[in-house]
């Protein structure tokens, strides 16, 4: 048997009006930044290594930022990985394999050798930029696409 189901007007309007006033600050905090953004890694020379800048799209999605620079593992590669707050404030990290010695500090270091590093990182609208915290300099600067 079916029974009609009963709403209450005043608790179906009082349920919309809490949902507008909660979910908005919940989803939109940490996905503020969502989206594709075109990430520059510019880093100076350093010692006897050559200076290099390179293009890759980066994705924020739930407020965490990806990015894929050549393919994950191998030589030339970079991956940067890492949370943006909703503050704009962003702790990345940077992991990747060394490519041409000409550009690796000391010369001496294998193609393919693995290396880390933080990146401190601040996003604002539509643009973003980034500082390598160890090692050599190397800037970052994020555009939302």
Same mark, same amino acid.
């Given at each position: 048997?079916?029974?009609?189901?009963?709403?209450?007007?005043? #608790?179906? &309007? =009082?349920?919309? #009006?809490?949902?507008?006033?909660?979910?908005? $600050?919940?989803?939109?905090?940490?996905?503020?930044? @969502?989206?594709?953004?075109?990430?520059?890694?510019?880093?100076?020379?350093?010692?006897?290594?050559?200076? !290099?800048?390179?293009? =890759?799209?980066?994705?924020?999605?739930? +407020?965490?930022? &990806? +990015?894929?620079? +050549?393919?994950?593992? /191998?030589?030339?590669?970079?991956?940067?990985?890492?949370?943006?707050?909703?503050?704009?404030?962003?702790?990345?990290?940077? %992991?990747?394999? %060394? +490519?041409?010695? *000409? !550009?690796?500090?000391?010369? @001496?270091?294998? &193609?393919?050798? *693995? !290396?880390? !590093? $933080?990146? *401190?990182?601040? =996003?604002?609208?539509?643009?973003?930029?980034?500082? &390598?915290?160890?090692?050599?300099?190397?800037?970052? /600067? =994020?555009?939302? /696409?």
């Amino acid at each position: 048997m079916n029974l009609p189901k009963k709403t209450i007007p005043g #608790a179906t &309007r =009082f349920l919309a #009006a809490l949902t507008l006033l909660i979910l908005p $600050s919940v989803s939109l905090a940490g996905e503020t930044f @969502d989206g594709k953004w075109l990430t520059t890694v510019s880093c100076e020379s350093a010692r006897d290594a050559l200076g !290099y800048s390179f293009r =890759f799209v980066s994705e924020v999605k739930d +407020g965490n930022l &990806r +990015g894929l620079h +050549g393919t994950e593992g /191998q030589p030339s590669s970079l991956l940067i990985e890492g949370k943006i707050d909703a503050d704009g404030t962003g702790k990345l990290y940077a %992991t990747g394999r %060394t +490519g041409s010695k *000409e !550009y690796v500090p000391g010369r @001496d270091t294998p &193609r393919g050798t *693995e !290396y880390s !590093y $933080s990146i *401190e990182a601040h =996003f604002k609208g539509t643009k973003g930029t980034g500082t &390598r915290i160890e090692g050599r300099p190397c800037s970052f /600067q =994020f555009e939302k /696409q």
